[in-house]
Structures are given as structure tokens and as C-alpha cells.
């Protein structure tokens, strides 16, 4: 008790000192709950705007990415319908180009077949001479005074390269209107080549791009080899003018998307080129009509942040007089939890500060227990050092009695400590709720165990002892096993020992079985072990116990009630809270 005080008082010391010296240092002013409330607010919405705009961003970049390849797509396709177009022009040229009355001076027949052929397809036939002046023309009766074609380069292009040729886009002097022409030389056996021409309205050619539907802001144009628009679907660029975004020269341009900016506006633009044609589907969109949606969840995301950190900041106001109430009372309950009063548990209407004053009262009961429990236990400690001091003295007493000379007292006397410490060691790790009887058991065989571990057999049902109980038995096995190395299982190289228990109604059966290939009559003299197992297990426990001789090796069973070995009510009681 001296000491307890003592160390109490340095203890005090030691605080006083802490409290001074942290007192005379700098000290961090404190801040009322709303400031962290506010904080935490501000710490959990604005991060979550940032990362929902990023978020956003690489969204809004991925549906770019995904908007281009379906507008490339798009342009693809609308090149391909085109391109089908010029190819059944082609076709159905070919086709009347083998007629024979097409080289006849009389182009009746031909003219005939020809209007048959292109009848609703919108399309007409114009045959050119060597000269390119016109022969014939199915959009006016034959025989209609003609001029030169309004396209001759493309006649004579076809004629050098023998093969058929798709014109630029011009203002036809027959239809009165903006036209194409796919011009097929026919060269006959004998006598000047003769050129077949099929002309179109560009303005057919629209139902090739309006086809597909185009994304929101997205527009279309087919455009010539000169950058002259065929057919649109904006107003902006109007068939025969030159297209207002500078991309085509001569020629195929080369696929792909990129940018340009004219007129101070920028533009994305998808180019998709015809080796057929010569001709390129253009699709573009403004920038600003690209980016206007994300413009528009930034606004309203920005919107909502700004609502929602209000929201948040008047949601922490009102819990921090929810909160700060409670706390004080909590500061009340602590400081006279502090002090050694009881305190009473408040039901408040926050679940965690509830908690916390439960918990208080809680403690205020636990440590009235707990001084209980430290008184308890230093009569306890007197108590054991008293037994453990008989225990010594009688260990002494039978050592010196069994002895045959100092040395041999020294080192029955050292061994018997020794398991006297062990079963000690589990007996305080064990605490009021006692000791397993296992952890005994292997305690005290483990110094005398061989290396083997197929040589020991332990087996039966967990069971606590009884500290007083644990004492008894831990020196009866002591002993045991003490006798095992002398002169039983483990003082020859093939012995086994089999240790086995179980509980029947009220009784604890335990089985300590050695087995050696030949036993040896042990000395019938009363040792010290028979003495611990005779008179501590007989008399303290009521055992009933029973030594046979094998022919194979020694048994002892013991049979002792449950009653004397089982710890006390109160460590159940314990044990179970």
C-alpha cells in the first residue's frame, strides 16, 4: 500500500508538472464546432465539384471522341451513297455505249432507248461528236438545234484516258441549272469516237447526305474538285458557290477530322475524299456549338455546388445548437465523473452523444467496480503469496525427506520450483477466470518431452480449472512427468505417452497412460510425487485414484468431482459479461 501511494504521488507529480509546463507554452485557441462543421462542409462539396467538373471535362472529351468517329462514320457513308450514284451513272453508260445505233448518222433508235433507260431517274443522255458539239439531248426533243457542251474539258479528258470521267459541278445552257456530267468515250471500229455524257441536277445528289441524320450543329456539303459546293444541307453554302472553309485543293482531299478557324470563328471539320469522284463530303460545326453542352452542366453544376454548400452551411448551424447543448452537459458529467460521483445517463436526441453519456455512467459504475475489484484482488495477492509460501515450504520439506544428499536436494528441490513456477505463470495469465487444464498439462510435460512429437498423445474437451486446483494438479503432473523421464515413457527412445480426460456427469476423468516396449518395475519406495498425488489430489480433491502396472508400461487414472475443480460462481459470472 505504501508503494501504491508512493507511486500515485509521483504519478500526481508528474501531471502537475505537464499541466504547468503545457500551461506556460503556447497554447492553440480553440474553435466552436460550427467552424469545423463549416469546414468539413466546404471539405466535402467543393473537392466533389472539382472532381464532378473533371469529370465532366474527360466526359465531355470521350463524347468528342465518340461524336467524331461517328461523324467520320457518317461522312463515310454519305462518300459511299454518293459514290454508288456516280457508279450506276457508270454502269448504265457502259451499257449504252455498246449499242450499236449509237455510230448510226440516224440516232432515233438510240435516242429511244436511251429516254426509255433514264426514264425517272432524273438523269439525261447527250452524245458529243469528235468536236464535242452536242448530237443529241434527251432533255429536248431530237432533232432540237444543239451547241458545244458546256463542259468540254471533261469530254476531253475522258477521251485521253479512255475511260470514264466524273466532271466538276457548272450551270448547264440546256437544263438552265447546276449540273454534274459522267462523260464514257465509245470508240468504234472504224471512224471518230463518240462521247456518251449522263448530266444530273447536283441538287439530286442531296438525298445522299440527308439520308443519315446529322448530330446538333453538325452540317454537310459535297464539294467538287474545286471547292465549289455541289449540294448542302446549310443555307450558308448554296450549290454552285465556293465553300466558305478553305480545305480542298484539286482534287481528292485527304480523309481525317481537323480544325480551322475562318473569320475569326472556330470550326471542326471532317473530310472524307473520293477516289471515284474526285469530289469530298465536308461536315462541320462550330466550336461553340460543340462545347455548349458542357458549358451548360459547368452553369448548372457550378449552380448547384453554390446551392449546396448553402444548404451544407445552414445544415451545420442548425446541428451545432443540436450539438453543443449536449456537450456541455457531457463536460458536467465527466468532471464529476472525475471527482468519483455517479453519473446518470441522459437520453439525448443525438444517437452519438447518447452514446457517450451512456457510456459515462457506464464508467462511473464500471469504476466503483473496478475499486471493488483492486481491493479484491490485493486480498487476493496476500492470499496466494501465503499458499505459495506453504507450497514452498512443503516442497522443501518432502525434497529434503526424499533426498539422498545436498546435491540431489538441490535438484529435486530447483525442478519442483520450476513446475511450481509454471503452473504459477498460467495461473496469473489466467487471472480470476482460471486456467485451462491443457495449457497445464502441456506446461508441465514440455521440459520432459522427446523430440518426437508422435511419442505424446493428448486429447480431451476444453475444461477451466480452479486456481487452487490448477496449483494441485500442476504439481501432481509435474511429478508425473518428472517419473515418466526416470523410468517410463520418455526414458527410452520407442516410449509413448498417451494423456487423455473427459467429464461424465459430475466426475473428471483423466488417463495418464505410458507404454514401453519393456516396463520396468518402478522403486515402491513413497516419494515425494506419491506424496503430492496421495495427499494433495486425495485429500484437497477427493480424487479417487488408481496406480496399475502394464506389461507394456504404468497407468494412472484419476476420478475427481467437478465440484472441486471448477472456478468459483463469481469468475463464471464475470466470464460471461
Known amino acids: 500500500m505504501t508503494l501504491n501511494f508512493k507511486a500515485s504521488e509521483r504519478s500526481a507529480e508528474g501531471l ?11 497554447r492553440t485557441r480553440p474553435q466552436p464546432i460550427a467552424a469545423y462543421l463549416v469546414l468539413m462542409v466546404a471539405v466535402l462539396i467543393i473537392p466533389m465539384i472539382v472532381f464532378s467538373v473533371l469529370l465532366l471535362q474527360r466526359n465531355n472529351t470521350a463524347q468528342q471522341k465518340v461524336l467524331s468517329t461517328l461523324t467520320a462514320a457518317a461522312a463515310a457513308s ?3 451513297a454518293v459514290d454508288r450514284e456516280i457508279t450506276g451513272m457508270m454502269t448504265t453508260l457502259r451499257v449504252l455505249s455498246k449499242t450499236p445505233s449509237l455510230f448510226d448518222s440516224d440516232l432515233s433508235p438510240f435516242y429511244d432507248r436511251a429516254t426509255r433507260a433514264l426514264a425517272g431517274t432524273g438523269a439525261h443522255l447527250v452524245v458529243l461528236d469528235q468536236n464535242y458539239d452536242q448530237l443529241m439531248n434527251t432533255r429536248v426533243p431530237l432533232g432540237t438545234p444543239l451547241s458545244k457542251t458546256s463542259d468540254p474539258d471533261t469530254a476531253a479528258v ?6 470514264a470521267v466524273v466532271s466538276d459541278v457548272f450551270f448547264g445552257k440546256v437544263a438552265k441549272d447546276w449540273v454534274f456530267i459522267v462523260a464514257l468515250p465509245a470508240f468504234p471500229e472504224d471512224g471518230p469516237p463518240r462521247v456518251v455524257m449522263m448530266t444530273r441536277e447536283a441538287a439530286s445528289l442531296n438525298a445522299a447526305l440527308v439520308r443519315r441524320k446529322l448530330a446538333d450543329g453538325w452540317n454537310a456539303a459535297l ?34 477530322e481537323m480544325p480551322v478557324t475562318h473569320e475569326g470563328i472556330s470550326y471542326q471539320a471532317v473530310v472524307q475524299g473520293s477516289e471515284l469522284s474526285g469530289w469530298n463530303i465536308v461536315m462541320w460545326a462550330p466550336m461553340s456549338a460543340l462545347n455548349r453542352p458542357l458549358r451548360n452542366s459547368l452553369r448548372s453544376l457550378i449552380l448547384g455546388g453554390i446551392v449546396m454548400v448553402g444548404l451544407g452551411i445552414g445544415a451545420a448551424l442548425l446541428l451545432t445548437r443540436q450539438i453543443s447543448g449536449p456537450v456541455r452537459r457531457l463536460a458536467r458529467d465527466a468532471r464529476r465523473l472525475g471527482s468519483g460521483e455517479m453519473v446518470k445517463a441522459v437520453d439525448y436526441p443525438i444517437a ?9 455512467a457506464k464508467a462511473a459504475e464500471r469504476r466503483q467496480a473496478s475499486d471493488n475489484e483492486v481491493r479484491f484482488l490485493m486480498r487476493e495477492v496476500a492470499h496466494r503469496a501465503k499458499n505459495q509460501l506453504t507450497v514452498v515450504s512443503s516442497i ?22 520450476h513446475g511450481l513456477a509454471r503452473s504459477t505463470d498460467l495461473l496469473i495469465a ?11 498439462l502441456l506446461a508441465q510435460i514440455e521440459p520432459f518431452q522427446a523430440s518426437e512429437p508422435d511419442r505424446l498423445e493428448v486429447d480431451g474437451p476444453q475444461f477451466r480449472l480452479d486456481n487452487q486446483a490448477a496449483q ?11 517419473n515418466a523421464s526416470k523410468y517410463g515413457a520418455f526414458s527410452v527412445p520407442e516410449g509413448r505417452l498417451s494423456a487423455t480426460w473427459n467429464v461424465t456427469g459430475t466426475t473428471f476423468d483423466f488417463d495418464w497412460r505410458e507404454r514401453v516396449r519393456r516396463s520396468r518395475r518402478r522403486p515402491e519406495r513413497r516419494g515425494f510425487g506419491t506424496e503430492v498425488i496421495e495427499r494433495m489430489l486425495k485429500g484437497a480433491l477427493f480424487a479417487n485414484v488408481t496406480r496399475t502396472h502394464h506389461r507394456d508400461g504404468l497407468e494412472w487414472r484419476f476420478e475427481i468431482p467437478l465440484d472441486r475443480l471448477r472456478p468459483n460462481a463469481a469468475t463464471e459470472e464475470e466470464d460471461d459479461l
Open 396 to 417: 522443501a520439506k518432502q525434497s529434503a525427506r526424499s533426498a539422498r544428499g545436498i546435491d540431489a536436494f538441490q535438484d529435486s528441490f530447483q525442478k519442483r520450483l
Open 223 to 256: 464539294v467538287d474538285g474545286k471547292n465549289t459546293v455541289i449540294t448542302s444541307t446549310s443555307p450558308a453554302a448554296n450549290t454552285g458557290q465556293h465553300f466558305f472553309l478553305d480545305l480542298i485543293s484539286r482534287g481528292p482531299a485527304a480523309s481525317g
Open 472 to 482: 494441485m494438479l500442476g504439481m501432481a503432473l509435474h511429478e508425473l512427468a518428472t
Open 16 to 26: 502537475n508538472s505537464a499541466s504547468s509546463g503545457s500551461s506556460t507554452g503556447k
Open 352 to 360: 452519438e452523444i447518447a452514446t457517450v453519456s451512456h457510456a459515462l
Open 158 to 163: 475522258s477521251i485521253e484516258k479512255r475511260a
Open 430 to 440: 489466467g487471472g480470476v477466470a482460471g486456467v485451462e487444464f491443457r495449457e497445464l
Open 78 to 80: 454519305m462518300s459511299e
